[in-house]
C-alpha cells in the first residue's frame, strides 16, 4: 500500500504528446513521518500511521505530544491499511511524493464542500411539483413521504429528504498520477477531487 496525506491546492490543466486537454488537480504534499506501525500480534491488524504538517508545542493536548514526542510536533495522523506483501516500514521513516510514479492509479478521499440546509430538488435533483393545475406554494415540495400503505404508515428509513448537504466523506477512484515534483512537494492527478482549496485529502494506491 503506497499512502500519502496532502493538501489539495487548486485545479489546472495539462495538455498529453497528442495535444489533448487534462483537466487536473495539484495537490500539496507535506513533510510525512511514520509515527507508528500496528502489528497484528500487537493490535489485531497491519497498518502504518502516518504525522503530517508542523503545529505548535502549545496548541498540543498532552496525548498528542506524548505520541510522537520523539519525533516532532505533528498537526494531525492518519491512518492506512496495508498487507503483508507491502514494503516493511519502521517508526521514523519519512514518506516522499516519489512513492507515486507517472502513471500510478490512485483513490483519492477528502471532505466535500459543505452547502448547508438544502431542499429535495437541489440535495436530490427532484423534478418537483406542476406549475399549473391548482398548485400555489408546492412547486419544489417533495410530495408524499408515508401513509397506510407504505412502511405502515411510518416515514421509511432513507427516505430521500431535505437536510444538510455535503460535508461528507467522498473517495474519488481510478485518477491516474500526471507529474510528481519532488523538489516542489507537489503531485498532480488527473480529473477533479471532492473538497474546497486547502482541504485535507487521502492518496492510497488501488
Do not use: C, W
Amino acid at each position: 500500500m503506497k499512502a500519502l496525506v496532502g493538501k489539495k491546492l487548486n485545479m489546472t490543466q495539462i495538455f498529453s504528446a497528442k495535444g489533448e486537454r487534462i483537466p487536473a488537480t495539484l495537490i500539496s504534499i507535506p513533510a510525512l513521518v511514520v509515527t507508528q506501525v500496528k502489528t497484528k500480534e500487537k493490535d489485531g491488524y497491519i497498518a502504518i500511521q502516518l504525522g503530517y504538517g508542523v503545529q505548535k508545542e502549545s496548541r498540543l493536548k498532552k496525548p498528542q505530544k506524548g505520541h510522537a514526542e520523539k519525533l516532532g510536533f505533528f498537526k494531525g495522523f492518519k491512518e492506512f491499511r496495508t498487507t503483508d506483501s507491502d514494503k516493511p516500514m519502521a517508526l521514523g521513516d519519512k514518506v516522499l511524493p516519489t512513492v507515486f510514479e507517472v502513471g500510478d492509479v490512485v483513490a483519492i478521499s477528502s471532505i466535500s464542500k459543505g452547502k448547508g440546509f438544502q431542499g429535495g430538488v437541489r440535495r436530490h435533483h427532484f423534478k418537483g411539483g406542476s406549475r399549473t393545475h391548482g398548485q400555489k406554494h408546492s412547486e419544489r415540495e417533495v410530495g408524499s413521504i408515508g401513509g397506510g400503505g407504505r412502511a405502515g404508515g411510518r416515514v421509511a428509513k432513507g427516505m430521500r429528504m431535505p437536510g444538510r448537504m455535503g460535508g461528507t466523506r467522498v473517495t474519488t477512484k481510478n485518477l491516474e498520477v500526471l507529474q510528481v515534483d519532488e523538489s516542489a512537494g507537489h503531485i498532480l492527478v488527473s480529473g477533479s477531487i471532492a473538497g474546497a482549496r486547502g482541504a485535507l485529502v487521502e492518496i492510497r494506491s488501488v
